[in-house]
């Protein structure tokens, strides 16, 4: 294999948290007297951030930025006690993680959900394999698409970024991989569409988790 470490997105990539961040989305809405969202719309609306993904489900005229801060503050507080109610690994995932390990390529995640939430689903799904950097959106770190904590991980690891496979679901992380110099392929299992990753630069699409095997074998 030419690559040495794999950077994994988490939502939409690894693991499907899609019920649990739609259900916490509109319970927040429900109780600030707001129009909920079906939950198939959380697709289009989560990956980019805790704070855009509250902009992008509040009215227009509802986003001044105190209401937003409360409404930020509430998700917060309603999926820190639901996030784990429906979430799973995509199936797939376990296999492709342990053969990877196995063939002593370097695992990392790095995610715009908020580093807490990141560690904490890592730790409660993703326990049994070794990641070598664990990394949510945290201050100081700006989030993806910019480039800077993919390439905080390819300095950590002392690995050049050409020696990275980026694997993601949105066209956010195919933009990033692509800023980093990593080899980007798009996830199509998770929340995006084909259309949308390789518009956004995705080198290769995986149907499923064992094609991202192949498509290193292949390299």
Known sequence: MQHKAVIFDLDGTLLDTLD??????????????????????YRFFVGDGLQVLIERIVPPDRRDPEQLAALVEAFREDYGRNWDVHTRLYEGVAFLLSALQEEGLAINVLSNKPDDFTRLCVSRYLHAWSFREILGQRPGMARKPDPAGALYIADKLGLPPSAFLYLGDTGTDMQT??????HAVGALWGFRTAEELLASGAADLAGQPLDVLRLMQRG
């Open 177 to 182: 991989a692509v800023s980093a110099g990593m």
């Open 20 to 41: 649990d961040l739609a259900a916490s989305g509109n319970r927040v809405l429900a109780a600030a007297g707001m129009p909920v969202h079906p939950e198939d719309r």
